[in-house]
Every structure is written in C-alpha cells, then in structure tokens.
C-alpha cells in the first residue's frame, strides 16, 4: 500500500474535509510536536504544495491552487463547466488545451463532474486546478451525500467500507440505467494519482507506484472530493488504459484488477467475505486477484470463490497474483 510519513497523511486527509490547516491540528493528528508539524507544513510551503495565511502561531495552510470556481449543480452540465473551466485553462498556460492532454483532460474531468451532478445529491461544487511544470492536479468537491454511502444504499451493502471495493472492480455505478461505471475505473488508471474522499473514508490509487491506500478520516467528509493528478508530459491516454483491460481481438473491455487487501472488513473466512469480492463480476472474462499483503484466507472463503463461485462463472478466468504460500496452498487445495 502508499505509504508516507504520518504528517504529510495527517495533512492531506485534514485537507480533504477542511479547507486550511494550522500546525497545533497537524500535530494532534499526526501524534508528533507542534514543532515537527510546522517544519513539515513550511517545507510544504517552499516546495509550492501549500500557500499560507496569518504569521506565527496564527498561521494557518490550505493548498495552492492557480484556479477556484463554484458551480450550481442543478442548473449545469458536466460539458457547460468544462468550457468554461477549458478557457479559464488557455489562458492561464495555452498548451494545457492541446494535443493529448488536452483530450485526457476532457474525459477525466467531465467524467468526474458529471458524477457530481448526477450522483452526489450535492447543490453545489468547487473546481479548483494546481498546475505545476511536470503535472497537474483538478479537485471537484460536491456537497452531497458522499459517494461511498450512496453505493451502499443502492447495492445494500452492510457499511461503506464495502462501498469502495465494489468500486475499484470497474462497470459500478449506482444508476445503471445511466452509467456504465467506467468513469472512475479508466480515471484511476489515467491519473498517476488519483483520490477519493467521502464519508469517513480517503481512497488513493497510484498508477505511479503501483499502489494503494485507504485511509480513516478524522472526521465525517460532507460530499465527495476526488483529486486527479495527471502527467503533463507523457499523459496516459484512454486508448492506453483500455488496451491495458481490453481483448486484443475483440477489443471488448473484459479484464479488470481487484486488490483483495481493499475488502479487508473481515478476515478472508467466511464464505459472505467470499461472494462479496464475486458480486458483479458477470461483465468480465478475466479477473485478476491480487493478495498483496494477505496473511492467509480460509477454507470457507477460498471454497467460495475459487471452487463454488469459478463453476458458477466458467467463462471468467481467475488469475491468481502476489498469493504467499499459505494463501496459494489454500486456493491449490479447493481447486484440487
């Protein structure tokens, strides 16, 4: 999983539901000195991340952002924002609106707003955009119900945990009479690092590092923010991304990752755990099961899936990946 140092987790995840920070709530999160937060938030600083506000013991940090807008999300579309947040782009640096990034701009960011407005229940959104010399970062920040529990409610899901496996699986959507649910799975894999906060969760995935993290909040998130960052310079392209999940032949979007570890609410035991990770899988011909990071399963979950479930489901094919000995033993003696 990503991981970082405990002050700059503590400064990102106090970030996604505030909008400034101070040093002394820094520190109580982080579990470290005043002192040490401060050091950390003025480096921050220097290194162009934050920007400050106040002087001394009054100083308060927010992140640096070279455009803000807000938005009615009643009476917008996700290509009406686009516009006009495209030109406010030109004008600021005219080669982020050409060629290639341009056109991962496009399908990341209205694909994200139009989440917003048609899922979060949300009146109003923030847009705000960092752009740095390698890179650049859109926030879309809703006032909604939160995206993980509005999955929960719609696939009756026992909490919101459950919420954010179902949606690193791909073709999720709370409105399936809408949405294919691919927005967020081909974002994730556009963007080096792409989040999602919501509720009482943050969910990160870094294409960069191959990794992931979830992470508890320190209080209860109002709405969804989801922060995209994207190389400016070797921009992942759509065509990349569904190359990378697609059929060769028939070029139908057929195989998908699950990172077993992002359903740890159980112990891999029982055969419920089991069915959870298989639920709405039907779409796929490939799913690729990545046990990172898990001790061991049990005989019940490993039934479940790999016998049980893999004869209910013939024509998906499970690859089995990062499995230690005794979770490989596990599955070899079910499959057996």
């Not at 061991?296 to 490993?302: N, P």
Request: hydrophobic share 40%; glycine share 8%.
């Amino acid at each position: 999983m990503v991981r970082t140092s405990p002050i700059v987790e503590a400064i990102s995840k106090l970030l996604s539901i505030q909008d400034f920070v101070s040093s002394t709530e820094v520190a109580q999160s982080a579990g470290v000195t005043r002192q040490a937060a401060h050091l950390h938030l003025r480096r921050l600083v220097d290194d162009g991340v934050l920007v400050t506000q106040g002087s001394h013991r009054s100083s308060r940090y927010r992140y640096r952002a070279d455009l803000v807008s807000q938005y009615d999300l009643e009476s917008q579309t996700e290509h009406d924002i686009w516009t006009v947040e495209k030109s406010a782009l030109k004008r600021l640096d005219p080669d982020l609106v050409e060629g290639e990034l341009h056109r991962v701009l496009n399908f990341t960011f209205t694909e994200m707003v139009n989440n917003a407005i048609d899922h979060s229940g949300g009146r109003t959104l923030m847009v705000r955009w960092i752009v740095g010399p390698t890179t650049i970062t859109f926030e879309v920040d809703d006032d909604g119900k939160g995206a993980f529990a509005t999955l929960r409610e719609s696939r009756g899901l026992e909490n919101n945990f459950q919420a954010i496996g179902e949606l690193s699986k791909g073709k999720q959507t709370s409105a399936p009479d809408r949405h294919s649910g691919l927005g967020i799975f081909l974002t994730s894999r556009m963007a080096q690092e792409f989040t999602m906060v919501a509720n009482e969760y943050s969910w990160k995935q870094s294409t960069k590092h191959h990794d992931y993290a979830i992470g508890a909040l320190p209080r209860v998130k109002l709405g969804t923010l989801v922060r995209c960052t994207l190389d400016r310079l070797a921009p992942v392209s759509l065509q990349e991304v569904m190359r990378s999940v697609s059929d060769p032949q028939t070029n139908r979007l057929n195989q998908t990752l699950i990172r077993v570890k992002l359903f740890e609410d159980g112990l891999f035991i029982s055969r419920t755990e089991a069915k959870l990770i298989g639920a709405r899988l039907e779409g796929f011909e490939q799913v690729e099961l990545d046990f990172d990071g898990v001790d061991s399963i049990g005989q019940g979950f490993a039934d479940e899936l790999f016998r049980i479930w893999a004869r209910q489901n013939e024509g998906i094919n499970i690859v089995v990946t990062n499995a230690n000995h005794a979770v490989a033993a596990m599955i070899d003696a079910v499959r057996g």
